[in-house]
């Protein structure tokens, strides 16, 4: 199974700030890499696929970058409704993996 | 757009099986996609169970592969999963999904394992 390490575990920034999460697979994943936003109570959204390609409605504040097996997900302008969980996904090979999830709050 | 809901009973008995459907609305599931079930455990770990795809054929996490099944009804456009022999190891928040990145998810099904 492709690991998928996900940092950091918690991250508090103030509003206005830019901040970068990432994820490192345990092998190259050619880029089969994609974001999610969870909110409490709330199913996963889609943010990100193929490392970098915004999903249809997702604010262009959201931006993902790299390759082989280093990965980010950054957040320019940070809002209050960005407050979530994030989580990182392969899908180069099965099975799928996630990352283990980074709780965002606001300082 | 496609939706997707999740149904089934909240809590199992330890040693039973755990069974839930996937009702899809908006898409029919021989059109395209693969039919995803995925599990988010209490701290917040996330698993993808398995999937069924459009033509009918299967895909299991090989750490469940003696316990899972995946089927579908076409003429209710609905999928099921079914988990044998649970434990408590198998309470989560389980939800269906499609694709291999997931665009379209139902809004999760809690299932706790319990006497």
């Known amino acids: 199974d492709i690991q998928m390490t996900q940092s950091p575990a918690s991250l508090s920034a103030s509003l206005g700030e830019t901040v970068t999460i990432e994820c490192r697979a345990s092998e190259d994943i050619y880029n089969g890499l994609a974001w999610y936003q969870q909110k409490p109570g709330k199913s996963p959204q889609l943010l990100i696929y193929?490392?970098?390609s915004l999903h249809t409605g997702v604010p262009s504040r959201f931006s993902g970058s790299g390759s082989g097996t280093q990965y980010s997900l950054k957040i320019n302008s940070l809002q209050s409704e960005d407050v979530a969980s994030y989580f990182c996904q392969q899908y180069y090979n099965y099975p799928l993996t996630f990352g283990s999830g980074t709780k965002l709050e606001i300082k | 757009e496609i939706q997707l809901q999740e149904s089934g009973p909240g809590l199992v008995k330890p040693s039973q099986s755990l069974s839930l459907t996937c009702s899809v609305t908006g898409y029919t599931i021989t059109s395209g996609y693969d039919w995803s079930w995925i599990r988010k455990f209490p701290g917040n770990k996330m698993e993808w169970m398995g999937y069924?795809?459009?033509?009918?054929?299967?895909n299991y996490n090989p750490s469940l592969k003696s316990r899972i099944s995946i089927t579908r009804d076409t003429s209710k456009n609905q999928f099921f999963l079914q988990l044998n022999s649970v434990t408590t190891e198998d309470t989560a928040t389980y939800y269906c999904?499609?694709?291999?990145?997931?665009?379209?998810w139902g809004p999760g099904t809690m299932v706790t394992v319990s006497s």
């Open positions: 193929n490392a970098n």
């Open positions: 069924i795809s459009y033509s009918g054929s299967t």
């Open positions: 999904a499609s694709g291999w990145y997931f665009d379209f």
